[in-house]
């Protein structure tokens, strides 16, 4: 059974600091394209990063420009675990962040939320000014 599981979500100031977490169980994590994506109320879920898998490739990171120098995304194969590391956070990256799998390796990793596979439950990044 797969299972995205999002950590690390809260409440935080503008300026500072959270780290999102998203375990993962039942698939082989080392071969999927791992995404972040995020939902503010009244919005569209939007693209933020991917870290990224393209068969005979090294990994790669792609981020949105609106979190671009500010957010890096990771991954610990070993734990099945991909992470977003959110530094300067403003008030704008409120939202309920959601990490999702892509299983497609012959193409680079979308942006779009359909082509994803697998999608955690969401955890709430609030920003206060």
């Known amino acids: 059974q797969v299972q995205l599981v999002e950590s690390g979500g809260g409440l935080v100031q503008a300026g500072g600091s959270l780290r999102l977490s998203c375990a993962a169980s039942?698939?082989?994590?080392?071969?999927?394209?791992m995404g972040w994506f995020r939902q503010a109320p009244g919005k569209e879920r939007e693209f933020v990063a991917v870290?990224?898998?393209?068969?005979?490739?090294?990994?790669?990171?792609d981020y949105a420009d609106s979190v671009k120098g500010r957010f890096t995304i990771s991954r610990d194969n070993a734990k099945n675990t991909v992470y977003l590391q959110m530094n300067s956070l403003k008030t704008e990256d409120t939202a309920v962040y959601y990490c999702?799998?892509?299983?497609?390796?012959?193409?680079?990793?979308?942006?779009?939320?359909?082509?994803?596979?697998?999608w955690g439950q969401g955890t709430q990044v609030t920003v206060s000014s």
């Open positions: 039942g698939f082989t994590f080392s071969t999927y394209s």
């Open positions: 870290h990224g898998w393209l068969r005979g490739r090294p990994y790669y990171a």
């Open positions: 999702a799998a892509d299983s497609k390796a012959d193409r680079a990793a979308s942006r779009k939320d359909y082509e994803y596979d697998y």
